[in-house]
């Protein structure tokens, strides 16, 4: 949705309300891997460090996009969702 420009109008309207997006849905999805993996006999972080890892690749190729944008706030926001909802 966000590339094609779709993103909702009162996203924009929150204050800071891109980031607190980033933050809920991006850690939501690296607690839900954490969830899904943590019964597999490899490290226990592994879901959040792959979330980790695809989020910043995401980011980064943000800026190859005409619509779309690099922000390190925006990475920001998704490394402390996936972590701080992963220690919860």
């Known amino acids: 949705m966000a590339y094609q420009g779709?993103?909702?109008?009162?996203?924009?309207?929150?204050?800071?309300?891109?980031?607190?997006?980033?933050?809920?849905l991006i850690g939501s999805l690296g607690l839900l891997t954490h969830k899904a993996m943590e019964h597999r006999k490899i490290s226990l972080a592994a879901g959040p460090l792959i979330i980790t890892a695809l989020s910043i690749m995401d980011e980064c190729m943000q800026s190859l996009s005409s619509m779309r944008s690099f922000s390190s706030g925006d990475i920001a926001a998704n490394l402390a969702g996936i972590w701080i909802l992963y220690l919860l």
Request: charged content about 20%; proline content about 11%.
């Open 6 to 24: 779709l993103l909702p109008k009162i996203i924009s309207e929150i204050p800071l309300g891109d980031k607190i997006g980033h933050f809920f």
